[in-house]
């Protein structure tokens, strides 16, 4: 018995000084800002100018963090070999209540360590533009949380993800977008309950939630000390960090611990639904048939004949950039509350002048 308690002892004291290098969340090698190549536009944008004022170049590696109290998102930017602050900005909307999210459909943003890839990236009417954070990670997985589709978005609406307005989430995607078609692999997202200060956590002690934030406090100082995100392991459920600046040492075949991390995606061409716009506001003809088992031609030919009118939570649905988007928001069972340039373009314009005029 003291055998194994003096080897858990020590594996302890190994995992916030080890773990494979192949298990990385950023780059292992020294992190530095791109530098600047021949034939880039000559015309910088507003958000270079606003980055170059400050220090900072649009495409050097970012690190963001949120706290869910003060609805706070700080975008944190690669300068001089470590992260400084950049912008702290307001979320306009998250859900649920301090502490994590535990399973689909709790609407409860969630709390912990998370990363966005180049294959997160969205661009759409409904969110404006938006980044996946990746929930459930690792830990979330170990211990059976469920849940899906966790976005930093616009548009300033929340059932879950974190909701900014249109031209702050257009800021934040161009910083993470141009991080990753920089090199970098994967941007980490730190989300907190708070600023995991002593005097906030003993205010906290009992709370609900207050261990799992206890294991959040680790990485949230060790990032303050180095300025450089910590990498982040789960061990036995729990959060464990180990600082960026401690050599990597490899902990083959450890059965108790392993990285938080994602697979690094490629950054594909932005998403457009303009293609979908103009494929859903072609004509249609009238004497076109529905196929048996095509259930969208049916809903739309049922609404289009209905003089049921339309229910005042579409109302959004008006706008043709909302309406082109098959969701919650805009049921193709309800074509005709579109305006001209939605899916059916004049014949819905039309249906919905005749429903004014009643």
């Known amino acids: 018995m003291p055998h194994q308690v003096k080897a858990l002892a020590v594996l302890s004291v190994l995992l916030f000084a080890a773990f494979a290098a192949s298990?990385?969340?950023?780059?292992?090698?020294?992190?530095?800002?791109?530098?600047?190549?021949?034939?880039?536009?000559?015309?910088p944008s507003e958000l270079e100018k606003q980055l170059?004022?400050?220090?900072?170049?649009?495409?050097?590696?970012?690190?963001?963090?949120?706290?869910?109290a003060d609805s706070s998102l700080e975008v944190w930017m690669l300068r001089r070999g470590r992260f400084d602050l950049y912008r702290r900005?307001?979320?306009?909307k998250w859900s649920g209540v301090l502490g994590p999210k535990l399973h689909e459909g709790d609407r409860q943003s969630p709390e912990g360590v998370y990363f966005i890839t180049g294959g997160d990236l969205v661009v759409n009417a409904r969110w404006h533009r938006a980044m996946n954070?990746?929930?459930?990670?690792?830990?979330?997985?170990?211990?059976?949380?469920?849940?899906?589709?966790i976005l930093i978005h616009g548009k300033c609406r929340s059932i879950g993800c974190f909701a900014l307005t249109d031209g702050v989430v257009e800021d934040v995607y161009d910083i993470v977008q141009a991080a990753l078609e920089a090199g970098q692999s994967r941007i980490p997202v730190h989300i907190f309950p708070f600023e995991l200060t002593r005097e906030k956590l003993a205010g906290a002690a009992h709370a609900e939630w207050s261990d799992f934030w206890q294991?959040?406090?680790?990485?949230?100082?060790?990032?303050?000390?180095?300025?450089?995100?910590?990498r982040t392991y789960v061990c036995n459920g729990r959060y464990a960090f180990q600082s960026r600046r401690e050599p990597v040492v490899s902990l083959v075949?450890?059965?108790?611990?392993?990285?938080?991390?994602?697979?690094?995606?490629?950054?594909?061409?932005?998403?457009?639904?303009a293609s979908v716009r103009a494929a859903l506001a072609l004509p249609q003809p009238r004497s076109l048939a529905c196929g048996p088992r095509d259930r969208r031609c049916h809903l739309i030919k049922t609404a289009l004949r209905s003089s049921v009118p339309c229910p005042r939570k579409y109302g959004r649905c008006g706008n043709p950039q909302v309406a082109a988007v098959k969701s919650v928001d805009c049921p193709l069972k309800y074509p005709r509350c579109r305006k001209q340039g939605g899916s059916l373009g004049a014949a819905h314009a039309t249906l919905k002048s005749r429903h004014k005029s009643r």
């Open 215 to 230: 294991q959040l406090k680790r990485g949230y100082d060790l990032f303050l000390r180095d300025r450089l995100p910590p």
């Open 89 to 92: 900005y307001t979320i306009c």
């Open 253 to 273: 075949g450890n059965p108790v611990c392993m990285a938080v991390t994602r697979p690094a995606r490629p950054v594909l061409a932005a998403t457009s639904l």
């Open 133 to 149: 954070v990746g929930f459930p990670n690792t830990r979330d997985q170990a211990l059976g949380l469920s849940g899906s589709g």
């Open 23 to 43: 298990a990385e969340n950023l780059v292992e090698a020294p992190i530095t800002a791109p530098a600047a190549t021949a034939g880039e536009d000559d015309q």
């Open 52 to 68: 170059a004022a400050e220090g900072f170049r649009l495409g050097a590696p970012a690190f963001i963090r949120i706290f869910k």
